[in-house]
């Protein structure tokens, strides 16, 4: 009872400090709570310290070198500081997993709560890391370079990032959780997957707008103070849904193969 008063603690003064430190906003951390909580409640103790991982690490990658990354806010939707919908996006399957698991105790879910997260995490640092390339991505529909920050490019320094962002989450959890090797390369491969789903949703379905006063390519519903109109993707999917979607896409073929190699 006292361990889960202490836990409890700690993931409201997270929340808090995440809100603090410009990493969350008030509704952000509200949503970071209810994650921790019930990822706490599913897997307990060593779950919440991997999802403490992704949140740090990503936190750390987001807010490193930010200031070379300022001219990017005005093509992405939302800066380093997450909202409630970001904060779904990447640790929403994480907590499906977790309550899931607290009722039906099957290890099939672990490792789908460890590939959402392994997702997650490559995404962020792909992200994050990759928009320091001192080159200019490359656009996967086009294979030419365009503009950092656009939805769907990929960089050398990105696509490292991601390899090591999965690998960060599969090595962790691997020494938390004690699976089998099995579960170690699964978590790694479709980790990166996720990735690599959230890259090719980004730049086939993915909306992007187009601002009327300065013509700027945008995934902004808003800018220079005047609705943007939409020139590409399908409704309903921005950037919040891409992500969710390619970490439960990832989560769901990793567990798929793991059935059939059983």
């Avoid at 009872?1 to 990493?23: N, P």
Wanted: net charge positive; with cysteine.
């Amino acid at each position: 009872m006292i361990e889960a008063v202490l836990i409890v603690a700690v993931i409201i003064m997270t929340g808090i400090t995440g809100y603090r430190v410009k990493s969350l906003t008030t509704s952000g951390a509200a949503a970071a709570f209810l994650v921790g909580l019930a990822v706490y409640a599913g897997v307990g103790a060593k779950g919440l310290f991997l999802l403490g991982i992704f949140f740090a690490t990503s936190s750390f990658w987001s807010n490193y070198k930010s200031a070379a990354k300022r001219t990017l806010e005005e093509k992405l939707a939302k800066g380093a500081t997450r909202d409630w919908r970001q904060v779904f996006a990447n640790g929403g399957m994480a907590a499906v997993f977790s309550i899931l698991y607290l009722f039906y105790q099957d290890s099939i879910l672990l490792l789908g709560f460890m590939v959402s997260l392994a997702s997650a995490n490559s995404d962020t640092w792909a992200s994050e890391i990759g928009s320091l390339s001192k080159r200019a991505p490359i656009y996967i529909r086009t294979f030419k370079r365009v503009d950092k920050g656009t939805s769907g490019a990929v960089s050398m320094l990105g696509s490292t990032a991601a390899l090591l962002g999965a690998l960060t989450i599969a090595v962790v959890g691997f020494l938390l959780f004690k699976p089998t090797p099995l579960v170690l390369v699964l978590v790694f491969i479709f980790g990166y997957l996720g990735n690599v789903i959230d890259t090719l949703f980004g730049a086939f379905y993915q909306q992007v707008y187009a601002c009327r006063q300065c013509g700027i390519e945008t995934e902004k519903r808003f800018h220079c103070g005047q609705p943007t109109s939409q020139i590409k993707g399908i409704l309903l999917m921005d950037n919040d849904m891409v992500n969710f979607l390619s970490g439960f896409l990832a989560a769901m073929l990793a567990i798929a193969l793991y059935l059939i190699l059983l």
